[in-house]
């Protein structure tokens, strides 16, 4: 029943798309000069929203738009709407555009719709049952590698950006027979279902831009997940890594790992708030020789450990300064347990946790001769922000000696939140 009221609904809505599309209407700037809404955005998701809200009235919805409000928790049935999935390709170019219906049951989406409203193509995709595309089943997806596949993927990601260091992915685009960028998640990730590219690549989506398309390209047997190989969440923005297993694997491991990027060490890490100092002392020292500055930074600032298997395996400390900064500190991996994974990890989580500090702006700083530690943190979208000249030596520090160089200046970078 469900699949049946949702196409209609879609094509009701595709209609009232088509019909507006060459009239005048209110562009406005949400959060960039990239992220824009209409009045038919909205008109078009309250259209949805209230026909699912009179035939379902217990179900919730999340939508782009904002014309209902954002659900607690992702329990019983969920709908995932996207009115128009590139908004800005409907206002310049009338076309390459989609309105994107996912259907989530206990925590797992069940149904997917991407309608490309301009060519009438819809894309439909039922879990367990395969794949269709007005009607014809979708055939499993070919294994490529990056040097045999014709990509999808926005050139920012190659370009200065907050998300990534350009030169992550631009071996990617370097290796591969080719690259588009397209301007719609779902319908990048339909046209990847349907064979027409043959993998997507983003750094920043939104449940209702990935959900549906997400179950197209599993349902003909292809992979999505996030550029780190975590499974993708929907509970908030995420990257998407999307193509055949062969694809995936190979982005992961010779791009991905290869720049030291991934974040997952074991899926059973845990990262938790810690208070007591001794217990964790020897740990932190490691990251900086200089315990007395170490023991400051622990008594003015926050420490969170990261467990596996109940042991601690490393640990970082957040210190507010004020005015929307917030400073991670110390980074620290157990040398039996030392690898870029953890520490990615632990890097993420404090991302997410500077927030509630109220932070706006992540600081870290670092040792002049800890070439490896700025390139983990370069990599991670911090860029350069200053160098305090003898800093260790005018704050009251003892020298520290690193690889037979005595440490003087203290590089920073910062990223925003």
């Not at 009338?94 to 193509?121: H, L, N, T």
């Not at 062969?246 to 997952?264: G, R």
Request: aromatic share 8%.
């Amino acid at each position: 029943m469900i699949e049946w009221f949702a196409v209609d609904l879609i094509k009701q809505a595709g209609e009232l798309i088509r019909r507006e599309i060459d009239q005048h209407y209110e562009v406005e700037r949400k959060t960039g000069k990239g992220d824009l809404v209409t009045e038919i955005d909205r008109a078009v998701e309250q259209l949805i929203v209230r026909r699912i809200q009179n035939r379902f009235p217990d179900h919730q919805i999340m939508g782009e738009e904002g014309t209902t409000d954002t659900p607690d928790t992702l329990s019983g049935t969920v709908w995932f709407v996207d009115p128009i999935d590139g908004t800005l390709n409907f206002i310049h170019q009338k076309r390459m555009f989609a309105i994107s219906v996912a259907v989530m049951v206990d925590g797992v989406v069940e149904y997917g719709f991407v309608y490309d409203v301009m060519a009438d193509e819809m894309f439909m995709a039922r879990r367990g049952y395969g794949a269709t595309l007005n009607g014809r089943t979708l055939t499993n997806l070919h294994e490529h590698h990056v040097r045999d596949a014709f990509l999808s993927m926005n050139a920012t990601w190659v370009t200065p950006n907050h998300q990534i260091a350009p030169e992550i992915l631009a071996p990617i685009v370097r290796d591969s027979i080719g690259t588009r960028a397209h301007g719609a998640a779902s319908l990048e990730l339909a046209w990847l279902a349907a064979g027409r590219v043959d993998g997507y690549i983003t750094m920043r989506n939104m449940p209702w831009d990935y959900a549906a398309g997400k179950l197209l390209v599993e349902e003909v047997g292809g992979r999505v997940v996030s550029l780190y190989g975590e499974p993708i969440r929907y509970d908030g923005r995420t990257s998407v890594l999307a193509g055949s297993e062969t694809f995936v694997n190979d982005v992961i491991k010779h791009y991905v790992i290869a720049k030291w990027l991934t974040p997952e060490a074991k899926p059973d890490l845990q990262i938790v708030e810690h208070e007591s100092y001794e217990e964790i002392r020897d740990l932190l020292v490691l990251a900086n020789p200089n315990e007395a500055m170490v023991r400051e930074q622990f008594q003015t600032g926050r420490t969170f450990k990261a467990l596996l298997g109940g042991e601690i395996v490393g640990a970082y400390m957040l210190v507010s300064h004020g005015a929307g900064r917030v400073e991670l500190v110390n980074i620290a991996v157990k040398p039996e347990r030392q690898n870029q994974t953890i520490g990615q990890r632990m890097l993420q989580d404090a991302v997410k946790r500077a927030t509630t500090l109220g932070g706006q702006e992540l600081l870290v700083c670092t040792g002049n001769s800890s070439i490896m530690q700025l390139r983990f943190y370069q990599q991670a979208g911090f860029r350069f922000d200053s160098v305090e000249r003898d800093y260790f030596i005018q704050h009251g520090y003892d020298p520290i000696e690193e690889d037979g160089l005595v440490l003087r200046d203290r590089i920073c970078l910062t990223r925003p939140i």
